[in-house]
Every structure is written in C-alpha cells, then in structure tokens.
C-alpha cells in the first residue's frame, strides 16, 4: 500500500556515528581470559542495531549459552550454525528448582542493560557471581540488583572481535539447549489446546515477518519473553522500557514506522492503547502501514499475577480497574479497518484479511482471570519435563 522505497524528504535523515572509543587494552585481555571458560554465560540485552555477521561467528566459537532478551534482536535472525546456543525461554527455565541448581554459572557476561525477565534478575542476584561482567555503552552501570562487579564501557560491536576460546567441552550448554527444546515442546502442546492471551501471542509472532514489531509494556514485552521464538523471520523488536511506563505507546510504534519505513505490528494491552489513543492521528500525518493488536482484558492484567489480586475488596478498584470500553468507534473515528476477534482462529482470519487502511485494529477480547491460570499451566508443565531430568 506505501512505497518504502521512494525516500521520503520530509522525513528527518539523521546521519548516526557509533561510539568509536575502542576498548582498552587491559579490558580487551580480561574478557579474552573470560571467554576461555567454561561454565560462562551470555546475557544479550537490549539493542537496536542489526547485529554484524562477526558476532555469529564469535557465538559458535564462544560455545556458550546466550541468554536473549526479546529486545536484543538475535531471536529473528540466528543462522541455522548458532541457533542450538540461543536460549529464549530462561525467563522459565529459571522458575525450576533444580535447574537453577544444575545450571549455575562461573561467569557471567552481560551484553547491554538488564533484560526484562524477573526470573533471571533474582536468579543472578541469588547467584552473588565473583565474575559479572556488563559490558554496556551506557556511561551509566545499569545494574538494579547491584550483582554486577565489572563494568566495561564499550560498543558491543567491540566484543565480537575478541578470541573467544578455542575447543570447549559443551555439556554445559547442552543442558540449557536441552531444557530449551523441552520448553518449546511444552509451549507448542500448551499453545495447541488452549487459547488466552499469551498463546494468541504465540500466534502473533509465529506467524509476524519482514516487519518491525513494537511491544508495549506490562503484558506484552512478557509474553514477548516467554512466547516469541528464536527463527529466522526478519523482525526487529522494539519497546520503551525506561521506567516501564504504558504511555505513549501507540505514538512509538508510528515513530518506529517513521524511521524504518517498513509495516509494523503493535502489541499493546486495553489501558495502554487507552492512554494514548489520539497517537493514531499520526496516521494522517506521515505515510502509515500499522497493525494494532489490542489485548483487551478489561483492565490491567499485569496485576493478576501479583499477591493482592487475591484481595477481593478493593482489588478491582485499585488495580484491575476494568474500563468496560471496545475500540471498534475509535477505529471508525480514525478511519482504521477494524476487527474484533476471541480465538485462534479469529485471530488468524483477521490477520489474512487484505489490508484497506493505512491503520488495521485487530481487538481481541480476553479474559484476566482466565490469562492467569492458562498461564500457570504452562509453568507446570514445563516444569512436569524439566522434573524428569533435573
Ligand atoms: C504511565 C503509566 N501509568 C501507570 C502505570 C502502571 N501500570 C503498569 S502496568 C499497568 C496496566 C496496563 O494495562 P494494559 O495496558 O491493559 O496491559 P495488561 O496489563 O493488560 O497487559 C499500569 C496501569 C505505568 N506503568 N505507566
């Protein structure tokens, strides 16, 4: 529907050099030693950027497990070499008792900020590692669980170009890419026979190419975590993390758009979408071709995994706070194709519908209380196959 093709020159073009401070010496040596051990773990964190073809190379010669947030970028694009040692299900590996054991790291190496996943966080603060390294460009050190206890200030790109170990023995990360693929085999049974919010994600991003995908905060970027799949299918992830906050979400991903100049899809809850609506008038602003798939749980569903979902009394006044509101006038208002959907199947056909405006609403309805335990279920199977062998 828009040429991308066609330069845009109303469009800001802004010329970017990367950080070009090489690494020192002394911080160069350190890390050589580093990658020389065994049990070592990668944490990829956020990154923007596409990453060069170095870092695969560095990846299958390290040999070590790789941690990658959603945001990192490296779940849609690793090539069939590297793939057994992308790990993109720690958020619930982690959650499993005798994994966590089994599975302990000498050192850890943490590219970029933190990732999102909880579990991870507590598990290398539980750790207290003698050997965290983070090696971020941010001048800030961005360690929330104070864990961190080196510091390397750099590019990342600076990082793929080191020795990263000769011949390893690889036990140890065949036991992360084994409980990973019992992961999936359980994600993909799970997602088969049930149908809430994060199996209708799984969905999503099962079937999401060549396209920039934005994820608003509180459940999504989640289920980004637990349900989006390392495969190679050209999508670069986006999400405004900072201090986590559901607003001006739908503005974001028209600014991606603006910048990229390639289809987007958003994945936004109800209250987010809610607080910053009056983003789609971008529509009319700059060239646009968006699909927005609303979470529509009624309210804010982030919060019925936490403890005081079980305090009936004010529970829903303070924190489910349900807005009894469908988008289906709003999208008439911006003059958005619209769709409003409750299952797979649903979900499927309004996603295969030709698309006839610059703006697509898909509004899919869901239950809180129901996300929840489906939820729960997953956990408890996963954690049924990791059982039979940790
Ligand atoms: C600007 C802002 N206000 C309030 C919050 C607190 N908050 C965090 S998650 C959330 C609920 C979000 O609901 P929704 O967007 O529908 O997503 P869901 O939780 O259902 O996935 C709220 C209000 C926040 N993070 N940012």
């Known amino acids: 529907m828009i040429d991308f093709e066609t330069p845009d ?15 020192s010496q002394e911080a160069q040596q350190f890390l050589v030693k580093i990658f020389n051990k065994e049990r070592g773990i990668l944490i990829l964190g ?21 941690l990658a947030d959603p945001l990192s970028n490296i779940r ?23 994994f966590r054991k089994a599975v302990e790291p000498d050192v850890i190496v ?17 750790l207290e590692p003698a050997l965290y390294v983070a090696v971020d460009e941010s001048p800030m050190m961005r360690d929330p669980q104070s864990a961190v206890t080196h510091h390397i200030q750099a590019a990342s790109d600076a990082v793929w170009t080191l020795e990263s170990g000769g011949t390893k023995e690889s036990h140890y990360a065949n036991q992360w890419s084994e409980a990973n693929r019992l992961y999936w085999e359980a994600v993909r049974e799970h997602a088969d026979t049930e149908t809430d919010e994060g199996t209708l994600a799984h969905l999503l991003f099962e079937q999401s190419s060549e396209c920039d995908l934005i994820l608003s905060s509180s459940m999504p970027i989640r289920d980004a975590d637990t349900f989006y799949r390392s495969a190679p299918r050209n999508v670069r992830i986006y999400a405004n993390r900072g201090a986590n906050g559901i607003d001006g979400v739908v503005s974001t991903a028209f600014g991606v758009q603006a910048a990229n100049r390639r289809p987007a899809l958003l994945l936004i809850g109800d209250l987010a979408f809610l607080h910053d609506m009056n983003g789609l008038i971008a529509a009319t602003l700059q060239p646009s071709d968006i699909t927005i798939v609303i979470m529509n749980n009624n309210g804010g569903g982030i919060f019925s995994y936490l403890p005081q979902s079980g305090e009936e009394r004010h529970y829903e006044a303070l924190f489910g706070t349900p807005t009894g509101l ?65």
């Open 9 to 23: 020159r109303t469009g800001l073009a802004v010329t970017s050099f990367p950080l070009t401070a090489e690494m």
């Open 46 to 66: 956020e990154h923007a950027g596409i990453l060069p073809d170095s870092f695969w190379e560095f990846i299958r010669q390290l040999q070590w497990p790789v």
């Open 326 to 390: 469908s988008f289906k006038d709003a999208a008439a208002m911006y003059g958005a194709q619209y769709d409003a959907v409750q299952s797979k199947e649903e979900l499927m056909a309004a996603l295969g519908k030709e698309k006839t405006a610059a703006v697509r609403l898909i509004e899919v309805f869901t239950n809180r209380r129901h996300n929840t335990e489906t939820h729960r279920k997953l956990w408890g199977k996963v954690n049924g196959r990791l059982d039979e062998r940790w």
């Open 110 to 126: 943490r590219i970029g900020p933190q990732p999102v996943s909880k579990a991870l966080a507590l598990w290398l603060n539980s």
């Open 76 to 98: 849609g694009g690793a090539p069939e070499s590297a793939q057994r040692f992308i790990v993109d299900s720690y958020d619930a590996l982690l959650k499993h008792d005798g």
